[in-house]
T-cell receptor
Framework: QKEVEQDPGPLSVPEGAIVSLNCTYS??????FMWYRQYSRKGPELLMY????GNKEDGRFTAQVDKSSKYISLFIRDSQPSDSATYLC????????????FGKGTKLSVIP | SQTIHQWPATLVQPVGSPLSLECTVE??????LYWYRQAAGRGLQLLFY??????ISSEVPQNLSASRPQDRQFILSSKKLLLSDSGFYLC?????????FGPGTRLTVT
């Protein structure tokens, strides 16, 4: 079983839709959870991060972690064509090595 | 603010040729540094990471090597490239668990 599973998509939605992106992970030791956005042919950029369970909101983006089910989500409200990108989830155990484990990414297209 | 640079941006090299990719970070000191490779459909593969000058940890045994000659400089090298070395190479820096990526180098081995 892979440590982080992420549906690769592609996911195509109309402009203005609510988007839900998800990952599952297998190791209960993971404590930090991150979402990266990667535009085509660019490096990933850190969008949001959360520690332990709960929600975190930043503008149109909400990150949610459910440690009991080992499930992490990123919600995008009022999606825009500029949100079209690949979204990668990443997890970190906090064990001190500072190595992140990444999902393979979900490719999102927001259609005008 | 911190900035990370990578060069070259794109590179086309024949099989068997050497490789040198460079990454530099500005605006911070003593960062953890990382080299990743991203191939289509395979996600981000951690190749090397470094917690200080001269300290390199390898995650994947292969024909690549890394060096950190200065605090904010990280170099990825190969003596002889293979076709399978093609991909998008990303450098990242971190303090703690938040990693910040550079713009990447797209390498095509022909």
């Amino acid at each position: 079983q892979k440590e982080v599973e992420q549906d690769p998509g592609p996911l195509s939605v109309p402009e203005g839709a609510i988007v839900s992106l998800n990952c599952t992970y297998s190791n209960s030791a993971f404590q930090y959870f991150m979402w990266y956005r990667q535009y085509s042919r660019k490096g990933p950029e850190l969008l949001m991060y959360t520690y332990s369970s709960g929600n975190k909101e930043d503008g149109r983006f909400t990150a949610q972690v459910d440690k009991s089910s080992k499930y992490i989500s990123l919600f995008i409200r009022d999606s825009q064509p500029s949100d079209s990108a690949t979204y990668l989830c990443a997890v970190y155990s906090g064990a001190g090595s500072y190595q992140l484990t990444f999902g393979k990414g979900t490719k999102l297209s927001v259609i005008p | 603010s911190q900035t990370i640079h990578q060069w070259p941006a794109t590179l086309v090299q024949p099989v068997g040729s050497p490789l040198s990719l460079e990454c530099t970070v500005e605006g911070t000191s003593n960062p953890n540094l990382y080299w990743y490779r991203q191939a289509a459909g395979r996600g981000l593969q951690l190749l090397f990471y470094s917690v200080g000058i001269g300290q390199i940890s390898s995650e994947v045994p292969q024909n690549l090597s890394a060096s950190r000659p200065q605090d904010r400089q990280f170099i990825l090298s190969s003596k002889k490239l293979l076709l399978s070395d093609s991909g998008f190479y990303l450098c990242a820096w971190a303090h703690g668990y938040e990693q910040y990526f550079g713009p990447g180098t797209r390498l095509t081995v022909t």
